[in-house]
């Protein structure tokens, strides 16, 4: 085999074994072998071998009824990646908080809730909400977590809430999008309501520069 060729089909496997993956992930009851075959378009034996590259990488793993699910390195990958995503927010993030007098945040979708990944106080306010970077909520309540369920509709407008987090605070949120592989949204949370037609323009702006920054 001439090197051309080898390196086609180091490349193939290579692409199997992402889809693998992704297939996987986007599967929460997890996938058989023959499933995963199927929906790969190639034989069982092949699915075979990318499963046991994979597992032991950690990428993936077999549960008790023998179905793929997604393993504790792909975990590992994803924790050292959040650095970089929060390191590529800050600017923005700064912005919007000087902009708008209230804390900004950027918050993505960890294990089906929402993780605030990135926080900014505004350097001129006397009071200001104190929200950790690690938060979590349900992405049913408060405004980060409705921005990114209505992003998965496609909705790229702000979405604003009232005290459903943390009694007496307002939320305005936008979500993330065209980052291949992320859910996320950008915000801020204040004590005092927030102007939604000047503020949501503002987080809707970071959260395109952070799009830009990101992709």
């Known amino acids: 085999m001439d090197t051309a060729a080898r390196a086609g089909e180091t490349a193939q496997t290579?692409?199997?074994g992402l889809r693998l993956l992704?297939?996987?992930?986007?599967?929460?009851?997890?996938?058989?072998?023959?499933?995963?075959?199927?929906?790969?378009?190639?034989?069982r034996a092949a699915v075979y071998r990318l499963v046991g590259a994979l597992t032991g990488h950690g990428m993936l793993r077999r549960d008790g009824a023998g179905k793929l699910r997604l393993g504790a390195g792909v975990l590992h990958l994803a924790r050292r990646a959040q650095p970089l995503l929060a390191e590529g927010a800050l600017p923005a993030l700064r912005r919007l908080a000087e902009q708008t007098g209230a804390t900004a945040h950027l918050t993505v979708v960890e294990g089906g809730e929402?993780?605030?990944?990135?926080?900014?106080?505004p350097s001129w306010t006397s009071f200001h909400v104190a929200y950790r970077t690690g938060s979590r909520h349900p992405l049913e309540r408060g405004a980060a977590g409705r921005a990114i369920l209505a992003?998965?509709?496609g909705a790229?407008?702000?979405?604003?809430?009232?005290?459903?987090?943390?009694?007496?605070?307002y939320g305005v949120a936008a979500p993330v999008l065209g980052v291949p592989g992320l859910e996320a949204s950008v915000g801020v949370v204040s004590l005092t309501p927030l102007d939604v037609a000047v503020v949501g323009d503002q987080v809707t702006v970071a959260a395109q520069a952070i799009a830009t920054a990101l992709a």
Do not use: C, F, K, M
């Open 14 to 16: 290579l692409d199997r």
């Open 22 to 43: 992704h297939l996987v992930a986007d599967a929460p009851g997890g996938l058989t072998v023959t499933e995963a075959a199927n929906r790969l378009g190639i034989g």
């Open 114 to 121: 929402g993780v605030a990944l990135a926080v900014v106080e």
């Open 151 to 153: 992003g998965r509709s």
């Open 156 to 169: 790229a407008g702000p979405v604003s809430t009232s005290g459903e987090l943390q009694s007496g605070a």
